[in-house]
Every structure is written in structure tokens, then in C-alpha cells.
């Protein structure tokens, strides 16, 4: 049933449901956010207090970082910072490396190794050399059978979170403005409505994008921090270039194999409208156009990584920067209502005035789940306006 201007009048008005349904169709960075059709009455998942926490989760890969390695007496050592976790009977191998090991024993600082199977590799550990280190890649732990060894999987998750923040319009509409007869809508209660609804969804896209994480204070509002906050963090991926080189397919693939290495999915890629034409014209050589074609233009929105083949979405979100690209892994993405607070109209005409006036108004956080392992900024690019013109 549509929303009637009466409705408006003298009702609260759900629009969850609303703001999920524009939100994906809006071809902007909001769109890759879950929006939880929470409701006004709570129903469903929501924030429970002004500061949202959830739980941090990424299964990273086990890993022994070694400074170096020795051979003596038909025995090869490597020296690690601390060798708990990783027991005799360990299956693991060296990052770059196919030969699988297995811990024959260890010390508080040493690992000490045999060759279980070489898998196509020229590795020994006699003539193995490796005087920058390196990193040794846990693989498994095989278990007797009828035993009750096993190896010790609890992981303590730690947590995030992010402040909500209040998002309201006004619509008011002058009884004149609702008598008169003209062409179009524009004097209905409720087209504004949905014209408040569009602008909304722009602010909380630019909160998403640049927003500041803010708790509230008794003389100042809070807000919820955005792509920038969560993903310029100390401890978290980037790829900061000198010289202002020309974006590259490669600068994307060591992104996407960063957000890997870390225990996450690439699966996004956010840049402006500039640097999305230059991944566009990367492909220009490879487009086919058939004979009876009458489009004009190219346009490339995926982007398979030869970083294990992820393929990526392409997302322009005109306001990021023209010198920045992200790269993402968007599972963690979410809008979050405070209960109670989805987004909603409130009747709000006061008597005696000519005219109708109603309130839209939501309290909203974002979620950035696992932010210093999803999330690569690629920056310091040259101006794309620069390389297309070249």
C-alpha cells in the first residue's frame, strides 16, 4: 500500500525497508553495505547502545617468521622468536616453497626439521640457504588414530566498534504549495518524502565514506567513523606509491594478494571516476565490438585478480579521492540501526500552521568488520586525468 500524505500526517512510518531497497540501487559506495531491516520496534539485528561492538574474526594463516637457518651434523635448525604452538609431528612448509617439512623436534627458538616430500622441489636440507629468513607455513597436524592429542583450535576473538549517528530531514510543504494544480508530483507530502529519503542515503554514503568516529559528549553529537577512519588505521594494509605512478593491474593484484594473505576475500574494488576509466582502458585492447554494434564506449566493472582469481566488482564512488584505489573484501560491510531507531517518519505539524511538515529521521553505525585485514588502500597515484590525456 502506497504512503499517503495523510499517513504522514498522523503516523510513524516505517522506511527500513525503504532505505534497504534505494540503498541498492544507489550506484554509490552505501550500496555494499548490508542494511538489517530492523524496524522501529527492534525487530531483528540492531545496535543496542550508542557505542556498537561486534566481533573481529579472521582465520589467518599459521605462520612461523624465521631470521635464519643452519646446518650441522646431518641436522638443519631454524631460528624463530618463539616456537610454542608447533609441536613434533607438525606437517609445514616454507612460504614460497612446495617441499613439505615435519618437526622433528624443537627448542624455545629453534625449529628443527626433516624432509617429508620434496613435491616437484629441489629442497634439501643440507644445501638449503636462506640468509634474509623467511617464514614457515604451518599445514597441519596429523593425529593417531584412538588418541586423544589433537591440536588446540580456540581462537579468542577480539572487538570493534563504531558510534551511531543521528540522521534527520525536515519536509515542509505550505498549504498553498499543497492546493495549487501543476505538472508533476513536487507538491505532494509524500514525493518529498522520497526526495529526503534520496538525500538521506547521500549523507550517510558520505558518512560511510569520510566519517570520524566520535563518541557523543553532553555538548556535541557523535558520529560514526567510515572507510577512511576504519581503513587509514595504524596496523592495517596499504600501498603507498612516491612519485605518483600511473595506476597498474599489478598495483591491484599485490593488493588483492595482501587482503589474502591476511585471511580475507577480495571481492571489491572502490575508486572514483577517473581511475575506474583507467581500469577500463587497461581492457580497451581485449574489447571485441561486434559488427552490428550501435553503443558506443566501454565500460569494465569486473576484475579477475591472478592473485588466486578473485573476481572483482568495481565500484566509482565520485568523492574518494583521485589518488586513492581500495581494495576490499565487503563481507564485513553493514549499516546498522539503533533499536528502535530504523528510519522512519514522524508526524510532526504543528496546529494552527498552514501547511504539513513530517520529520525523517534514523540512528545509524556502520560495521567494518575485520577492517586491518579487509581493507587496502592503494595511494599516492598519479591524477587520472593526467594519464588519460597521455
Not at 563518541?215 to 612519485?243: D, F, V
Not at 501547511?355 to 568488520?369: D, H, N, P, Q, V
Not at 577492517?371 to 587520472?384: D, N, Q, V
Request: aromatic share 8%; hydrophobic share 40%.
Amino acid at each position: 500500500m502506497p504512503i499517503t500524505t495523510n499517513d504522514l500526517l498522523n503516523a510513524r512510518v516505517d522506511l527500513s525497508d525503504v532505505l534497504s531497497w534505494r540503498a541498492a540501487q544507489t550506484p554509490r559506495f552505501i550500496r555494499l553495505f548490508k542494511t538489517p531491516s530492523a524496524g522501529t520496534g527492534g525487530a531483528g539485528r540492531c545496535a543496542t547502545n550508542t557505542e556498537h561492538f561486534w566481533l573481529e574474526g579472521v582465520e589467518t594463516p599459521k605462520t612461523k617468521p624465521f631470521s635464519a637457518y643452519a646446518y650441522s651434523e646431518s641436522t638443519g635448525a631454524f631460528t624463530v622468536a618463539d616456537s610454542s604452538g608447533w609441536q613434533p609431528g607438525d606437517l609445514f612448509h616454507i612460504l614460497g616453497d612446495s617441499a613439505v617439512l615435519r618437526v622433528a623436534s624443537t627448542t624455545a627458538t629453534t625449529v628443527i626439521p626433516e624432509l617429508v616430500s620434496a613435491n616437484g622441489s629441489s629442497f634439501s636440507l643440507a644445501d638449503y640457504s636462506a640468509p634474509d629468513g623467511g617464514v614457515l607455513v604451518f599445514d597441519s597436524r596429523p593425529i593417531q588414530e584412538g588418541s586423544s592429542a589433537g591440536e588446540n583450535l580456540f581462537a579468542q576473538s577480539h572487538t570493534e566498534s563504531n558510534f551511531t549517528q543521528i540522521f534527520r530531514g525536515d519536509v515542509e510543504l505550505t498549504g498553498t504549495a499543497q492546493a495549487i494544480d501543476q505538472a508533476g508530483m513536487e507538491n505532494a507530502l509524500a514525493v518529498q518524502l522520497q526526495y529526503a529519503t534520496d538525500a538521506i542515503i547521500r549523507r550517510m554514503n558520505a558518512a560511510l565514506v569520510f566519517g570520524a568516529k566520535t563518541r557523543r559528549t553532553a555538548t556535541a553529537p557523535g558520529s560514526l567513523g567510515g572507510l577512511y577512519y576504519y581503513g587509514a588505521q595504524t596496523g592495517g594494509l596499504g600501498r603507498k606509491y612516491e612519485n605518483s605512478p600511473a595506476l597498474t593491474m599489478n598495483m591491484i593484484n599485490l593488493a588483492a594478494q595482501d587482503v589474502t594473505n591476511a585471511g580475507c576475500i577480495p571481492d571489491a574494488i572502490v575508486c572514483g571516476a577517473g581511475q575506474a576509466q583507467i581500469l577500463s582502458t587497461m581492457m580497451s585492447s581485449q574489447i571485441q565490438i561486434p559488427q552490428g554494434s550501435s553503443t558506443v564506449g566501454t565500460y569494465v566493472d569486473q576484475f579477475v585478480t591472478s592473485a588466486g582469481g578473485c573476481v572483482m566488482k568495481i565500484v566509482v564512488e565520485p568523492s574518494i579521492p583521485d589518488g586513492d584505489v581500495w581494495v576490499c573484501d565487503t563481507r564485513g560491510f553493514a549499516l546498522v540501526p539503533l533499536q528502535g531507531r530504523a528510519l522512519h517518519t514522524e508526524p510532526a505539524s504543528a496546529p494552527g500552521v498552514d501547511g504539513s511538515r513530517a520529520i525523517l529521521i534514523g540512528e545509524y553505525t556502520a560495521e567494518f568488520k575485520n577492517a586491518k585485514e579487509s581493507l587496502c588502500r592503494i595511494s599516492g597515484l598519479r591524477p587520472s586525468e593526467s594519464v588519460l590525456g597521455q
